[in-house]
């Protein structure tokens, strides 16, 4: 490789990274909760981690009590008890409110039961899926960052070409400038293959939406719904004429038959009604079980996931009348192409392999907000520039403002139990709040170092504090734990010890060196 | 006309051919390989247009911003954007 391309690639990994850093550090992060989000949401709710285990799922019977409760909508979600939850949650959207509707029944009885106030999991799941901005600029961006993301790590695969060397380097007492190249190189090669997956995956769900116009422009004149239903399946054609429904038990029997290695995470239902004849009304009063009637055009359609195969589009639909199947997805086996896409959402979001490739995950995503961190410093110290320039400040304000505000929610969320329906809007309070503040903090104080050993260490006590307030107020300390809350309590006791580690290593100021523009550039000379 | 050649042969000109210039690039490379993908069935094509749209796009990014000089770059994306964009308009319309 000639200098010029090599001082080019260079130039554009430092700009690009400095560019995206931040952005990428918000979304690497907030992937971390994500990751976890039924767990976390699991976890939120004590209620609900007190029901008696059980993965038993009867649709009619699921069903018969969502009518009983008045929830029959046009079309409804349900996501039934898995290895982790004992409930089956049921939602709608509701166009005229703009709004969800949700209803959670317990596995082992069908019992309606009322979830906690908290919306922890939703606060730290959207920052990652959409920045909480509105659909869908928010993950356009986030698709934008990934494509950054990935251009970064390409320049970055050429940039370093001694890296049997930089795979075990770590000269920490040499320099501050020093241990930072190190640490960026030696992350970024050991968690090279982790981060193109990601951000590849990552890429192709943030843009899919912006992309999909194209590719319906080419292979379908432009009509992206006829493309959606061409992989998705067909949507509902609601008709108003109502019909007895065909079983649903005997549906459910059908798709798990034909799909023995799939475990059902989705099923959707459009066009199911209550008894709408006064006939039936009565009929209805009289019996336990009201009769459900269907749109002779409605439709019901079963997802799910292999536990131990790359592949997510795997769903069959039914017409609700008459049992037939009219559309099967599974692009297990349809050529290359449709392998990779089927691939992309277990990939991301760790749909296979367990809990333990999840935690792999997760400490993979802490170690690239390390390299994005160290990244930011050493473009800033190759500058003879410090902690104080504008750069460093917002690096440190937002991205450990970031994880203090992360911590914040996680303990108010426990201590906040019994403020009733208002917790949510406090949950979103504190960590907006607490995370303003610390990006505020950063501007204004100059010694970046002792602010971020104090957010080091406050985050870490609030990681503490998490569990002291979920013994407290929910009596579930880690001693009388077990399962998920258990695993949470753990997780949150390592990463404030990770967080706690940084703090030690982390200097309390820098000897302030002049590394000028000129000396990084002979040195890439040298290098290259 | 030497301000303009400056700005066109300048740096954010390369930078600019990098992003968008190769960006329209790939919109019209990605239309004709979902159009042209001669394996599978249609929904194979679409998902062959989505996962090289942005092997294409990365390709055509670093292929633009390694030229030596703006107007360089530029000749890059528009030699890919206009001999494919002919090509997408026949096969949409015959």
Request: hydrophobic content about 50%; some cysteine; proline content about 3%.
């Amino acid at each position: 490789m000639d200098n010029s391309t090599h001082k080019t690639l260079y130039a554009t990994h430092g700009w690009v990274g400095i560019i995206s850093g931040i952005l990428l550090f918000v979304v690497v992060f907030s992937g971390i909760p994500a990751l976890f989000e039924n767990e976390m949401e699991y976890w939120q709710s004590p209620s609900l981690t007190q029901l008696p285990k059980s993965q038993a799922f009867e649709l009619d019977s699921v069903m018969q009590t969502a009518a009983k409760n008045d929830f029959i909508f046009e079309e409804i979600f349900i996501s039934p008890a898995d290895e982790i939850r004992s409930h089956h949650i049921l939602w709608s959207y509701l166009k005229e409110t703009d709004k969800y509707e949700t209803l959670y029944l317990a596995a082992h009885n069908n019992e309606v039961i009322t979830p906690g106030n908290s919306e922890l999991a939703h606060i730290l799941t959207e920052l990652h899926t959409s920045l909480h901005l509105p659909s869908p600029y928010g993950s356009y961006i986030i698709g934008v960052a990934g494509l950054a993301m990935l251009l970064a790590i390409i320049a970055g695969i050429f940039i370093h070409t001694k890296w049997r060397k930089e795979f075990v380097m770590l000269r920490e007492k040499r320099s501050w400038r020093l241990l930072l190249t190190d640490q960026h190189k030696l992350i970024g090669l050991w968690s090279l293959p982790f981060t193109f997956i990601l951000a590849f995956t990552g890429t192709i769900l943030g843009l899919l939406g912006l992309i999909s116009p194209i590719l319906a422009f080419a292979a379908f004149n432009g009509d992206v719904e006829k493309a959606t239903q061409a992989i998705l399946g067909p949507r509902a054609q609601i008709t108003g004429e109502a019909l007895p429904s065909y079983s649903l038990n005997a549906l459910q029997a059908q798709y798990q038959k034909d799909n023995p290695n799939i475990q059902v995470d989705l099923i959707a239902i459009s066009g199911l009604q209550k008894s709408a004849t006064a006939q039936d009304k009565v009929a209805e009063q009289s019996s336990e079980n009201p009769v459900l009637l269907s749109d002779s055009g409605g439709i019901i359609k079963f997802s799910g996931m292999h536990g131990t195969a790359l592949n997510s589009l795997q769903a069959t639909t039914y017409q609700l009348i008459s049992g037939e199947q009219i559309h099967h997805a599974n692009f297990f086996g349809n050529g290359p192409f449709q392998r990779i896409f089927a691939a992309v959402v277990p990939l991301h979001y760790v749909f296979y392999g367990g809990g333990w490739l999840k935690l792999f995950y997760a400490l993979s995503a802490l170690a690239v907000c390390g390299l994005i961190v160290s990244g930011n410093m050493l473009w800033l110290t190759r500058r003879g520039l410090n902690e104080r320039h504008w750069l460093g400040r917002s690096t440190l304000g937002v991205c450990a403002g970031l994880v203090f505000a992360t911590f914040s929610v996680l303990a108010s969320s426990m201590w906040l139990q019994k403020s009733g329906a208002e917790q949510h809007q406090l949950e979103e309070g504190i960590f907006w709040g607490s995370w303003l503040l610390c990006i505020v903090s950063a501007l204004i104080f100059p010694k970046g170092f002792a602010i971020s050993h104090w957010l080091l260490r406050g985050s870490a006590l609030l990681g503490v504090l998490t569990i002291v307030g979920d013994g407290v107020m929910n009596q579930r300390w880690p001693w009388n734990s077990e399962g998920w809350v258990l695993f949470i309590h753990l997780g949150l006791v390592l990463f404030s010890a990770t967080l706690l580690l940084v703090d030690y290593l982390l200097p309390h100021k820098i000897s302030q060196k002049k590394s000028t523009e000129k000396i990084a550039t002979e040195e890439l000379a040298k290098a290259a | 006309m030497v301000w303009f050649k400056n700005i066109f042969n300048g740096t954010a000109s390369r930078v600019c051919a990098a992003i968008l210039g190769s960006l329209l690039a790939t919109v019209v490379l990605t239309i004709g390989i979902t159009m042209l993908w001669p394996l599978g069935d249609t929904i194979e094509k679409v998902f062959a247009g989505g996962v090289f749209f942005f092997v294409i796009w990365a390709g055509l990014f670093y292929w633009a911003i390694l030229s030596k000089s703006g107007a360089r770059a530029w000749v890059k994306v528009l030699g890919v954007f206009l001999p494919m964009l002919l090509i997408d308009v026949y096969l949409l319309r015959f």
